[in-house]
């Protein structure tokens, strides 16, 4: 059973730039989230996807945009990149509601870095 | 104020040592709560979850107060092993919502 993941491992970016980043979730998950973790930090929820369409997004700008396809996979989008976006963004997936105590399992992550 | 608050450690404590790391939370909503832990340059990985009553798994052990809107996590015996960070994390709801993360408190288990 796979779990949940992520393309690419690392990606090397310039400011100004975009980039896209990928994710399969775990087999039997129909929804993803999106993590942004800063070093040092705990991760920061970015936005979730089920059913194709964001559902929650947190405290971030346009710049950063999602996808969902049928096959519930994912896309993370962010434009115009800053040096500030810079971090670990990790995909998490859950399946759908089952007893309220399911939480979600996570991806190993993309790093980027912004030059 | 942050929404899920930890003391950042480090903890350095010798092999065996018992070790315990507090948690609060502002967000009177929040429904499920969670220990994840992540080491060095990897993904989080849950540990456990935290419920009303209290549970443990082997040498961990979880508290969860929802009055005082608290949760720790004991460690017995720590290993070596356990040297990670450790997310207090909570989630408004069911897996749909947003988890809501700590900054992690780091453990350093010394031979």
């Known amino acids: 059973d796979a779990g949940v993941t992520q393309s690419p491992t690392h990606l090397i970016k310039t400011r100004g730039q975009q980039v896209t980043l990928r994710c399969s979730p775990k087999?039997?998950?129909?929804?993803v989230s999106w993590y942004q973790q800063a070093l040092g930090q705990g991760p920061q929820f970015i936005f979730q996807?089920?059913?194709?369409?964001?559902?929650q997004r947190g405290n971030f700008p346009d710049r950063f945009s999602g996808h969902q396809f049928p096959n519930y996979s994912s896309e993370l989008n962010v434009n115009a990149l800053l040096l500030g976006d810079s971090a670990l963004y990790l995909c998490?997936?859950?399946?759908?509601?089952?007893?309220?105590?399911?939480?979600?399992?996570f991806g190993p992550g993309t790093r980027l870095l912004v030059l | 104020r942050k929404e899920v608050e930890q003391d950042p450690g480090p903890f350095n404590v010798p092999e065996g040592a018992t070790v315990a790391f507090n948690c609060t939370y502002s967000?009177?909503?929040?429904?499920?709560f969670f220990w994840y832990r992540q080491d060095c340059r990897k993904e989080p990985k849950l540990l456990m979850s935290?419920?009303?009553s209290g549970n443990e798994d082997g040498r961990f052990t979880a508290q969860l107060n929802r009055a005082s809107q608290y949760i720790s996590l004991l460690i017995r015996d720590s290993k070596l092993s356990d040297s990670a960070t450790y997310l207090c994390?909570?989630?408004?709801?069911?897996?749909?919502?947003?988890?809501?993360f700590g900054s992690g408190t780091r453990l350093q288990v010394q031979p």
């Open positions: 994390v909570v989630n408004r709801g069911t897996g749909r919502r947003a988890l809501t």
């Open positions: 087999s039997g998950h129909d929804t």
């Open positions: 996807y089920y059913e194709e369409e964001e559902r």
């Open positions: 935290v419920y009303s």
């Open positions: 998490a997936s859950s399946p759908r509601l089952a007893g309220g105590r399911e939480t979600q399992y």
């Open positions: 967000n009177s909503a929040s429904q499920s």
